[in-house]
Every structure is written in structure tokens, then in C-alpha cells.
């Protein structure tokens, strides 16, 4: 081990329990998503217990951000490795997940019973609907974030048309497959317009 | 064996989801339908709860379709399948490559990803509205208007505008949620 990491090594050891108790009680809190849990990640480990540099942070959350995976598992084991190595990581990730674990396997447990009454089922049927708006809500905003040149625009409308299509026609096409090509076109895409700046400058 | 299945289905999910909570959605949905093992109806209860609850949409599905379908075990399974890709992958950006997104081909590949992100959302989204609300699957469905469910979507749509027009800000979903759920105890 090199200097560095044998005084993150050492920091590691006493770090571990304050850790585990800081992600437990941040997973209890986090509603309504990663962005959500950045903020009080934010919140905890930079204003608070200033355990980590702002620079970090943020490289932190536009990494959470850009891999795959829920940013707030993304954004856990980062702090948790930066904090203390594996250990950290593994002690992080598993105290964000053990609050909503616990809470959503009990309802789990009575979810079906609590559906027979009429009542719970009539509501459920509502929240259907609004889970749907939520959705659709969820792709506008991400829609209008989003840079709305030829290239996006093409594909949201390509992928979204083609998938509802093959859906009403039955026809199976997973998501990774969408996933994967469309990362393909990027990447792709790419490559092509550094031909042609090359070809362009080439010329001069 | 059901274990490994609700495993391996969401370590795929844990491994492809880009673009947060309900970019996962789509292949959830695509699974736990293949698989028989909820309806859309079930699914949607799922993510009603699931959006009501702290921690991670994806990591909550995870836990709520495991135990339906196995248990604790079950949901330990799925729930650990589905945070284990990001486990790893952060590991390694973190331990060895510093920053993946220095390099520019791995920018152009995210680039492609971000809007198929978006128009899966929107199809999935689209796909079930038409399922629930005109009954309608497959061009060989009949129509199955469900007018309640079309009332209490304008109203939620409308509703959650004019909240955003007047108040200057989204209406939190779990709001959203219990407002739909007094409609749906009247509607229906």
C-alpha cells in the first residue's frame, strides 16, 4: 500500500460506525430519488461532519449521475470508498438500503391482505392512474433538460415510437438492446465528427 | 429456481439503468411481465408504494417483487442483485480509473443513452396509459374504456399544472399519490 492509502486505511478504522449511522439515517430520509440524497449527502458530509472536499463531491455526483444504477447506490459506495477504502463502501451501501429494505418488505408482508378491502383497492386503482402521470411527468422533465439538437430529439422520438410500436404489435425487443445501440449511435457519432474536424483541419 | 431468477433479472436491471428512478422502469416492467410474475395493475401498485417510501425506486422494486415472489429471501436476493452492478462499477471508477468521464468516447456512449433514456420513459409511460386506460395491449385487444381512470388523470394532470403555475414549484408525488387515491375510492 502506498502512503496514501494506508492513512485512509487508518482513518478507515475509526470511521466505520459514525459512517454506517450517518448512511442509515440519510437512507431513511431520502425520498423522491438520487438527486434528493445528493442534497443531503451534501448536507451531512460536507456541512456537517466535513468529511469530504466540495471538488470531491461534486466529481462524486456527476459520476453517481452518468453510471448506471440508482445515483443514490452510485453516491453511497463512492462516499463509502473515499471515506474508508472497501470496507467503507460495503458498510455505506448496505446502511442506505437497510431502512427502505425493512420498510418495504414489511408492507410487502400485508400488501396483498390490505388490497382485499374494496376501499384500498378502489384507492390503489387511483394511485395507477397517477403512478402513470408520474412517468410521463418524469420523461417531460428529463425531456426538457435535455439539449434539444437534431441528434436527441431523433432519438427520443425514434426509440419512443419504435418501442410503443413493437410493444402494440407484441413484438419482444428488450431495453437493454435500445440501451446499448443507441450508446453504439453516441459513441458512433462521435467518432464521425472527429473524422470530419481531422478531414476539415487537414484541408486548411 | 426462483432465487437466482429475481437475481439475475435485477442485477440486469441494476447494470442498465441510466438516468435514475424511472428509467428502470421500463426493463422492471419488461421482466416482471415475461416472467409472470405481476401484472401491469401489480406493477403499478408497486411503484405507487415504492414512490412513497424513502430509498431508491429501483432498489425498493427490487425488494417489493422479490418478497412477492420469494420471500425474505427472495427480496434479498433481487435487492442485492440490484445494487451489486453499481457497487462494482463505482469501485472500480473510484479505486482505478479516477474519472471515467475524462474520456470523450465514454461521453459520446452516455450521450446516445440519455435520450433513449427519455423516449423509453415516455413509451413505457404511454404503453401502460393506453393499457389502463382503453384496455388496449396489443392491436388485437378490444377497447376497454376505463373512463374513471381517464377523469382521475386529468384531474391529476390538470391539477398538478395549475399547483405548479400558483405555487411555483412541483407538487410532491407523494401528494400527487394521495389525492389519487381519495379519487380512486370515489370513482370507483
Same mark, same amino acid.
Given at each position: 500500500m502506498n502512503v496514501k492509502d494506508e492513512v485512509m486505511y487508518l482513518k478507515g478504522k475509526n470511521i466505520l460506525f459514525p459512517l454506517f449511522f450517518t448512511m442509515l439515517k440519510i437512507g431513511l430520509f431520502t425520498f423522491g430519488g438520487g438527486y434528493a440524497m445528493i442534497a443531503l449527502l451534501e448536507d451531512e458530509f460536507i456541512g456537517k461532519k466535513k468529511w469530504i472536499e466540495r471538488d470531491e463531491f461534486l466529481d462524486m455526483a456527476a459520476i453517481a449521475e452518468s453510471t448506471p444504477g440508482p445515483i443514490a447506490i452510485n453516491a453511497a459506495t463512492y462516499i463509502g470508498y473515499k471515506m474508508a477504502g472497501v470496507a467503507g463502501s460495503i458498510v455505506s451501501t448496505v446502511a442506505v438500503c437497510i431502512p427502505s429494505f425493512i420498510i418495504i418488505y414489511t408492507i410487502s408482508l400485508f400488501f396483498d391482505a390490505f388490497l382485499e378491502y374494496k376501499l384500498v383497492a378502489n384507492a390503489f386503482k387511483g394511485i395507477q392512474v397517477c403512478v402513470l402521470y408520474l412517468i410521463l411527468s418524469a420523461g417531460v422533465k428529463l425531456f426538457k433538460g435535455m439539449k434539444k439538437n437534431a441528434f436527441n430529439v431523433t432519438l427520443v422520438f425514434a426509440v419512443g415510437v419504435v418501442m410503443v410500436a413493437f410493444s402494440l404489435f407484441a413484438v419482444k425487443f428488450s431495453t437493454i438492446y435500445y440501451i446499448l445501440i443507441c450508446g453504439i449511435i453516441g459513441t458512433v457519432a462521435f467518432f464521425l465528427s472527429e473524422i470530419k474536424k481531422k478531414r476539415q483541419e487537414g484541408e486548411k | 429456481m426462483i432465487y437466482l431468477k429475481l437475481f439475475l433479472s435485477f442485477l440486469e436491471v441494476g447494470a442498465v439503468s441510466f438516468g435514475g428512478g424511472y428509467g428502470m422502469i421500463s426493463l422492471i416492467r419488461e421482466k416482471a411481465l415475461a416472467y409472470g410474475w405481476l401484472t401491469e395493475g401489480e406493477l403499478l401498485n408497486f411503484i405507487g408504494v415504492a414512490e412513497s417510501t424513502p430509498g431508491p425506486i429501483a432498489v425498493n422494486m427490487a425488494t417489493f417483487v422479490g418478497s412477492s415472489q420469494g420471500g425474505f429471501l427472495g427480496s434479498l436476493c433481487a435487492t442485492a442483485g440490484v445494487v451489486l452492478p453499481s457497487f462494482i462499477i463505482i469501485l472500480l471508477i473510484a479505486s482505478l480509473?479516477?474519472? +471515467? +468521464?475524462?474520456?470523450k468516447p465514454v461521453r459520446a456512449f452516455l450521450s446516445g443513452v440519455r435520450p433513449c433514456v427519455v423516449g423509453l420513459i415516455f413509451s413505457t409511460g404511454v404503453t401502460m396509459l393506453i393499457s389502463k386506460l382503453a384496455g388496449v395491449s396489443s392491436l388485437t385487444d378490444k377497447l376497454v374504456p376505463d373512463t374513471g381512470g381517464a377523469i382521475i388523470f386529468a384531474v391529476i394532470a390538470l391539477g398538478s399544472i395549475i399547483y405548479t403555475k400558483i405555487a411555483k414549484k412541483k407538487p410532491s408525488p407523494i401528494l400527487l399519490i394521495g389525492i389519487s387515491a381519495l379519487f380512486g375510492i370515489v370513482v370507483y
Open positions: - | 480509473v479516477s474519472n +471515467l +468521464l475524462k474520456y
